[in-house]
Structures are given as structure tokens and as C-alpha cells.
């Protein structure tokens, strides 16, 4: 009878942390984001699209050098674990306040949003209770982080062309699952918590995280972490979809009970009470999930780079894609670098080399001679670019583009991660000349060194 008992219990141990959960490789959900404009221009024809051309232009990275990296990166992504108050001034955390009281701002149909609609949105924010709860939380599937606590968008003019639909303000960023959170407080209906992670901060669901406890804490952080280095897996309980994951996202290992030689990746669930608990999945297909950090060979950096190709701008992470900096953040993050959500803190993350101000033929020779195949950034105020090599004597660039400015003040839109020159459609006779990227670009970003 005590065997009996002991049995049953320990299924019942292998059922909370082993359940029936696996990995797949998958699609993302099709949405009105990819019935966005898609054009086209010279450089998409003119220049090699396979990250994989340039790839033999890098230099591998010592991976003594990565790990230093990694255990970098460690510290910063538990961070949020470490914070007992918001560590940003209240005026900064209210900036969408003074965005929607200070101008007009639409919905997606195009009408004024009124007062009465936005106040209501101000008021739900609750910031009276600000740091009133000082939970440590963690998220439970990829989420959207909103900058007020509504599902609801608001944009610049819509009716005006390169506003409207994707730019909605009301996006922040994204998290992936397994974010570490620290929590403020929670809105005045309950539903959204607003959160800091190791990256960004703002409004979540809180039907997309859960609550851990100092136990919870040590088992998750327990020193050896994989990272998805396919884009758009798909996690599910037996048929049963749990959420999308994306390229970039972190599991804690943990050795499979069954075979010592495989490991299982470890996960948060929101439990009874929203309380988390770990669970654990395997992947059906090896190659999917791998040990962090990988590798900064030429091979790696030119896959993963490719996993990016072509996926629809998504501003601030919108609809599960990506804008220009969450591109950049999230190819890093399996060779162990950490940066930070958008391209002005980006541009912070690394040595700094100053092109501002060059004439163009003279900053292209620079970025040639300075930057680091699949290893540097480009900056501009608004954009990050990841810079691949030389094509012909022209700087290569991978990022994702809403598009080129042309002289009219529109753009020609391109709405996706692309790889172009710095002078995306020089072709066009409207292209605005004082715009393009090679006039524009402030400086040379490598990440990882000072």
C-alpha cells in the first residue's frame, strides 16, 4: 500500500512538472498585418537576399568572450526580480497622458477619439497606487505591452499616408514568454497589471502572466538556459495551442527524467490565484531550442539572421512581429548579447563610433572599414539597422522597414525586415535625397564592447 502511494505521488510530481506540453515548429496566425503594403525596390533585386553571401565576410567570436556576454545578459533579463519600486520618474511612465491630451488622436476608423473615451483609459491606470503591490511576476505566453491598459489603438492621422494602421501609439512592445516581471500595480478594473521587464515597461494582460514567490524564483533561475532559435514555434498541451513562441525566447534546462542525455525546457503557467508554477515541454525536432549562448560562427549568425527575412513591420512588436529595434534585440540575444527595446537605448548598448556629419561616399567607407559583418549596427534616431558586409564596395544592411522617405514627406513603404544598401530605392526619381539612410546614419554600434 505505502509503494502504491509513493508511485502515485511521484506521477503526480512528474504530472506538475512534466506534463504533456511540446514545442513545434510553426506559422505565425495570418492577420490584417500581412495585407499591409509590401513594395518593392532595386536593391531587393540588385543585391544577394541570402544573409548567408554575406556570412563569410565575418570573424568568428571566442566563445570565452560570449560567455562573458551571456553572464551579462543573465543579470540584466533577472533583473526585474532584483527591484523592490519602479526605477523610472512617474512623468516618464506617463507619457501617453500628455500624447493623447496634448493632440488629436484617431482610431483605426479614422474618428477622433474624444475625451470622455481617453480619460476613461487615464483613469483605469490607476497610478495613485503606483509600486502599491511589489510582486515579482513572470509572463505565461508572448504578450503585447500596451502603454495604456486598453486593447484599443490610437493613431496619428490615419486618413494621412504612413500613418494610421500599424503605428499604433498604444503599442509598446512585447514580451516573449518566461520574461521576468517586476509589478506596480494594477489598473482600477483589475485586468492589467502595469510591469517592468529586463527591456521595456508598460501595461500587460494579466491573463498573460502569473505571480512568483522566492521558490518559484530559485528553481527557474537555476544557471543553464536555451534559447528558440526558430522563429514562430508553437507550444501546445497535447492538442491544445498554448501560445506562440518567438525567436529569442529563454527556458531554464532541465534534465529529462526519463533520458538523462535529453534535457526538457522549463516554463511559467499562471495557476489558481494567478500564481505561477513550472512546467516543462520538449521539442518534437532537434535544432529548435539550443543551449545559451550559441555560437557566433559565420553559419549560426546567417541562419539566424534568416529566420527574420521577410517578416511584416510590426510596430513595437504588433500582432507577434517586429519592428526595427525588437529585430535587432531579438537576433542577439541566442549569441548571449543583451540590448535593450528601442533604437536609442540600442544605440547605447556598445562601443559608439561617431559617422555623424561625413559626406556620403566618405561614411560608406567608413562603415566598410569600421563596422563588423553580422556583429555591428547602424544608428539613425528612429531606426537600427544590422549591418551584413559589402556588396560591390556598398555597405549591406539587414532591418526591418517601414520605409524610405520621399519628397513629398510619404514613404514608399516597405513594411518588412528587408536587405538593402543604405540607400534603399536611390532609384526612385521622388526619393527624398537629404532622407536616405547613408545621408542620415549618426553612427557605427557594436555590441558586446565598449
Given at each position: 500500500m505505502i509503494k502504491r502511494i509513493l508511485i502515485i505521488s511521484i506521477l503526480m510530481l512528474q504530472t506538475t512538472l512534466y506534463g504533456d506540453y511540446m514545442l513545434v515548429a510553426g506559422k505565425r496566425a495570418k492577420s490584417q498585418i500581412d495585407r499591409m503594403p509590401k513594395g518593392k525596390i532595386a536593391d531587393m533585386k540588385q543585391i544577394p537576399q541570402n544573409p548567408a553571401y554575406y556570412a563569410k565576410q565575418m570573424k568568428s567570436?571566442?566563445?570565452?568572450?560570449?560567455?562573458?556576454?551571456?553572464?551579462?545578459?543573465?543579470?540584466?533579463?533577472?533583473?526585474?526580480?532584483?527591484?523592490?519600486?519602479?526605477?523610472?520618474?512617474?512623468?516618464?511612465?506617463?507619457?501617453?497622458?500628455?500624447?493623447?491630451?496634448?493632440?488629436?488622436?484617431?482610431?483605426?476608423?479614422?474618428?477622433?477619439?474624444?475625451?470622455?473615451?481617453?480619460?476613461?483609459?487615464?483613469?483605469?491606470?490607476?497610478?495613485?497606487e503606483l509600486d502599491s503591490v511589489h510582486q515579482k511576476g513572470i509572463t505565461t505566453k508572448h504578450v503585447n505591452v500596451r502603454a495604456l491598459p486598453t486593447t484599443s489603438a490610437f493613431y496619428h492621422n490615419p486618413n494621412k499616408v504612413g500613418e494610421g494602421f500599424p503605428i499604433d501609439y498604444n503599442q509598446n512592445s512585447s514580451y516573449h514568454m518566461n520574461t521576468p516581471l517586476y509589478i506596480s500595480h494594477y489598473s482600477s478594473d483589475r485586468r492589467w497589471a502595469y510591469v517592468r521587464g529586463s527591456t521595456t515597461?508598460?501595461?500587460?494582460?494579466?491573463?498573460?502572466?502569473?505571480?512568483?514567490?522566492?521558490?518559484?524564483?530559485?528553481?527557474?533561475?537555476?544557471?543553464?538556459y536555451a534559447v528558440v532559435v526558430k522563429d514562430n514555434l508553437k507550444l501546445y498541451k497535447g492538442k491544445r495551442y498554448i501560445s506562440l513562441v518567438k525567436l529569442g525566447t529563454i527556458f531554464p534546462m532541465a534534465k529529462d527524467p526519463k533520458n538523462s542525455k535529453k534535457s526538457r525546457f522549463l516554463f511559467a503557467v499562471r495557476g489558481k490565484g494567478g500564481k505561477a508554477y513550472l512546467q516543462s515541454t520538449t521539442t518534437k525536432q532537434r535544432g529548435l531550442v539550443i543551449k545559451k549562448p550559441i555560437a557566433m560562427t559565420a553559419h549560426n549568425a546567417a541562419k539566424i539572421a534568416k529566420e527574420f527575412y521577410g517578416e511584416p513591420y510590426g510596430?513595437?512588436?504588433?500582432?507577434?512581429?517586429?519592428?526595427?529595434?525588437?529585430?535587432?534585440?531579438?537576433?542577439?540575444?541566442?549569441?548571449?548579447?543583451?540590448?535593450?527595446?528601442?533604437?536609442?537605448?540600442?544605440?547605447?548598448?556598445?562601443?559608439?563610433?561617431?559617422?555623424?556629419?561625413?559626406?556620403?561616399?566618405?561614411?560608406?567607407?567608413?562603415?566598410?572599414?569600421?563596422?563588423?559583418?553580422?556583429?555591428?549596427?547602424?544608428?539613425?534616431?528612429?531606426?537600427?539597422?544590422?549591418?551584413?558586409?559589402?556588396?560591390?564596395?556598398?555597405?549591406?544592411?539587414?532591418?526591418?522597414?517601414?520605409?524610405?522617405?520621399?519628397?513629398?514627406?510619404?514613404?514608399?513603404?516597405?513594411?518588412?525586415?528587408?536587405?538593402?544598401?543604405?540607400?534603399?530605392?536611390?532609384?526612385?526619381?521622388?526619393?527624398?535625397?537629404?532622407?536616405k539612410l547613408a545621408n542620415t546614419l549618426k553612427a557605427i554600434i557594436t555590441p558586446g564592447e565598449k
Open positions: 567570436v571566442s566563445y570565452k568572450k560570449q560567455l562573458e556576454w551571456d553572464r551579462e545578459y543573465n543579470q540584466k533579463y533577472f533583473y526585474p526580480w532584483r527591484l523592490r519600486k519602479m526605477d523610472k520618474p512617474l512623468k516618464e511612465m506617463q507619457w501617453p497622458f500628455r500624447s493623447l491630451t496634448k493632440k488629436k488622436m484617431y482610431n483605426k476608423k479614422g474618428a477622433v477619439i474624444p475625451a470622455t473615451v481617453y480619460n476613461s483609459w487615464i483613469n483605469n491606470a490607476n497610478f495613485s515597461y508598460g501595461w500587460i494582460q494579466t491573463s498573460g502572466m502569473a505571480v512568483v514567490n522566492s521558490s518559484f524564483i530559485k528553481r527557474f533561475k537555476n544557471g543553464k510596430w513595437g512588436g504588433l500582432l507577434q512581429t517586429r519592428d526595427c529595434s525588437s529585430f535587432t534585440k531579438d537576433y542577439f540575444t541566442p549569441f548571449g548579447i543583451f540590448l535593450r527595446r528601442n533604437s536609442s537605448k540600442q544605440a547605447k548598448d556598445g562601443n559608439y563610433c561617431n559617422i555623424r556629419g561625413l559626406p556620403k561616399s566618405k561614411k560608406k567607407r567608413s562603415i566598410i572599414s569600421k563596422a563588423k559583418p553580422f556583429r555591428s549596427m547602424l544608428y539613425v534616431p528612429g531606426h537600427i539597422v544590422l549591418y551584413l558586409g559589402q556588396y560591390k564596395g556598398e555597405p549591406v544592411i539587414m532591418h526591418t522597414y517601414w520605409g524610405a522617405r520621399l519628397k513629398d514627406g510619404s514613404k514608399k513603404i516597405l513594411g518588412r525586415t528587408v536587405i538593402t544598401t543604405t540607400e534603399p530605392g536611390k532609384e526612385l526619381s521622388n526619393i527624398k535625397e537629404r532622407s
